[in-house]
C-alpha cells in the first residue's frame, strides 16, 4: 500500500518566524491519527528551514520538511544556489524538483531536473518530482504524450532501483494558482498514464511503489474527491498551505471519503 502523502509548498511566503508560528500551529492540529493515516510535509523558503528542523526536533514533530529546489552539484562556484547535501544536512527529506515555476522563471530544462533528481538521490532526499502540461497542450488534447516526454526525459538518469524512490507531482500549469482544477476524472487519466509508463519502462513491481500526487489549486473542500481516485496517492498545495486550518483540512480529506481508503 502507498501511505498518501499531503506536502505543502510555501513558495515565497512566510519568513523565519511566521514559519515558526505556522508549524506550531500546524502540531497543535495534527494528531498522532492523522500522522499514522498519511505523510504531512511542508516546504519552506531555504531561509526557513534551520528554525523549522530547531522546532521540529525540540517537539519531536512528525511533520516533515524539504526544499524548494536544490542545485545540481553538491559544494562548488554556485552563487545562490542551495545543495542538496546542505538541505540533508539540515535533517531535510524531501526536495520538489523541477517545479513549473522554475521551469518558466529559472529556464530549468529536463536535463537540468534529470541532474538535480541525481543529486538529492545521492543525498538521501526524496525528490517530489513536478510535470505536467500547459493550456495549449491540454486544449490541444496532447497533454498525455507532453506530459510522459517530460517524465522520460526528466527520468533519463534514473535506475530501475532509484526509481520508487521518487515521487511524482502531476500539476497541469494552467490549474496552478489559477483557481481551476483538474477534475478528478482528469487527474486519474494522467496518473493511470504516468503509472502505465512507469510500468512499462521499470516494471510493474516499481511502478506501483511509486506515490504520484496531485496538485494545481487543490482545497479542502476539492481534495477528497482528488483523494477518492486510485492512482491519486497524495496532493502538492501551494495556495491553500499558508493558511494552516486550510491545510490541515486537506490532511483531513479522508473524514469525507467512504471505502478502502478511508
Ligand atoms: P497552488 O500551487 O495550489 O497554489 O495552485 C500548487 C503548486 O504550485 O505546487
Known amino acids: 500500500m502507498r501511505k498518501?502523502?499531503?506536502?505543502?509548498?510555501?513558495?515565497?511566503?512566510?519568513n523565519h518566524l511566521e514559519a515558526i508560528a505556522h508549524v506550531q500551529r500546524l502540531a497543535f492540529?495534527?494528531?498522532?491519527?492523522?500522522?499514522?493515516?498519511?505523510?504531512?510535509?511542508?516546504?519552506?523558503?531555504?531561509?526557513?528551514?534551520?528554525?523549522?528542523?530547531?522546532?521540529?526536533?525540540?517537539?519531536?514533530?512528525?511533520?516533515?520538511?524539504?526544499?524548494?529546489?536544490?542545485?545540481k552539484m553538491d559544494s562548488g562556484a554556485f552563487t545562490g544556489q542551495t545543495s542538496s547535501t546542505f538541505l540533508a544536512k539540515l535533517g531535510a527529506q524531501w526536495v520538489i524538483i523541477g517545479h513549473s515555476e522554475r521551469r518558466q522563471?529559472?529556464?530549468?530544462?529536463?536535463?537540468?531536473?534529470?541532474?538535480?533528481?541525481?543529486?538529492?538521490l545521492r543525498n538521501k532526499l526524496t525528490p517530489i518530482l513536478c510535470v505536467?502540461?500547459?493550456?495549449?497542450?491540454?486544449?490541444?488534447?496532447?497533454?498525455?504524450?507532453?506530459?510522459?516526454?517530460?517524465?522520460?526525459?526528466?527520468?533519463?538518469?534514473?535506475?530501475?532501483?532509484?526509481?520508487?524512490?521518487?515521487?511524482?507531482?502531476?500539476?497541469?500549469?494552467?490549474?496552478i494558482g489559477t483557481g481551476e482544477i483538474a477534475t478528478p476524472e482528469d487527474a486519474e487519466e494522467m496518473m493511470s498514464a504516468l503509472r502505465n509508463w512507469l510500468g512499462e519502462t521499470y516494471g510493474d513491481s516499481a511502478a506501483s511503489k511509486v506515490r504520484l500526487l496531485y496538485g494545481g489549486s487543490v482545497k479542502s473542500g476539492t481534495a477528497p474527491g482528488l483523494m477518492a481516485m486510485p492512482n491519486v496517492d497524495g496532493l502538492l498545495v501551494g495556495g491553500a498551505s499558508i493558511d494552516p486550518d486550510e491545510f490541515v483540512a486537506i490532511c483531513r480529506y479522508r473524514l469525507a471519503l467512504v471505502g478502502p481508503r478511508k
Not at 4 to 14: E, I, Q
Not at 111 to 120: G, Q, T
Open 4 to 14: 498518501p502523502l499531503v506536502a505543502g509548498n510555501w513558495k515565497m511566503n512566510l
Open 29 to 71: 492540529s495534527l494528531k498522532d491519527a492523522d500522522f499514522d493515516a498519511l505523510d504531512v510535509c511542508v516546504f519552506p523558503p531555504f531561509t526557513d528551514i534551520r528554525s523549522v528542523q530547531t522546532l521540529v526536533d525540540a517537539d519531536k514533530l512528525r511533520i516533515t520538511y524539504g526544499g524548494q529546489d536544490c542545485a
Open 105 to 120: 522563471f529559472n529556464n530549468e530544462s529536463n536535463d537540468d531536473v534529470s541532474k538535480k533528481l541525481v543529486s538529492a
Open 132 to 175: 505536467g502540461e500547459d493550456l495549449t497542450e491540454r486544449n490541444n488534447r496532447t497533454h498525455i504524450r507532453f506530459t510522459l516526454n517530460q517524465l522520460g526525459q526528466s527520468l533519463g538518469n534514473i535506475s530501475k532501483s532509484d526509481v520508487s524512490q521518487i515521487v511524482i507531482a502531476y500539476e497541469p500549469v494552467w490549474a
